[in-house]
């Protein structure tokens, strides 16, 4: 019997956080049902590695969160304050990697 899994996306792919966030998701074997790999323009169409499989990267400015679980941002503050709200609009829960959001009480401080 298959676990349900997450609808993951990785903001920030192709940068070193966003790389590493990938390798732990993978070490860890999170439950990923569908991922999605997410760059700025400059980046667009970079390939990067979840596991065994090879991901192609998509346009972060574009990019519809409906349905999705969950973001994992790794894209700086100046970027997350802009696409934070949207994901989160669109009933994703963000997890974010910049100090954007550190002293804001109405935001949880997660410490892995």
Same mark, same amino acid.
């Given at each position: 019997?298959?676990?349900?899994?997450? /609808?993951?996306? &990785?903001?920030?792919?192709?940068?070193? &956080?966003?790389?590493?966030?990938?390798?732990?998701?993978?070490?860890?074997?999170?439950?990923?049902?569908?991922?999605?790999?997410?760059?700025? /323009?400059?980046?667009? =169409?970079?390939?990067?590695?979840?596991?065994?499989?090879?991901?192609?990267?998509?346009?972060?400015?574009?990019?519809?969160?409906? =349905?999705?679980?969950? #973001?994992?941002?790794?894209?700086?503050?100046?970027?997350?304050?802009?696409? #934070?709200?949207?994901?989160?609009? #669109? =009933?994703? &829960?963000?997890?974010?990697?910049?100090?954007?959001?550190?002293?804001?009480?109405? &935001?949880?401080?997660?410490?892995?």
């Amino acid at each position: 019997e298959k676990m349900m899994g997450y /609808r993951v996306v &990785v903001a920030g792919a192709t940068g070193n &956080v966003g790389r590493e966030m990938l390798n732990i998701l993978a070490e860890r074997q999170f439950p990923v049902d569908e991922l999605c790999v997410l760059a700025s /323009r400059r980046s667009l =169409g970079t390939e990067v590695s979840f596991g065994d499989k090879t991901l192609t990267t998509k346009d972060l400015d574009t990019f519809d969160f409906t =349905g999705w679980d969950m #973001a994992l941002f790794a894209i700086g503050s100046d970027a997350t304050k802009k696409y #934070a709200p949207i994901a989160a609009k #669109a =009933g994703c &829960v963000v997890i974010d990697n910049s100090s954007l959001y550190r002293y804001d009480p109405d &935001v949880p401080l997660i410490v892995p």
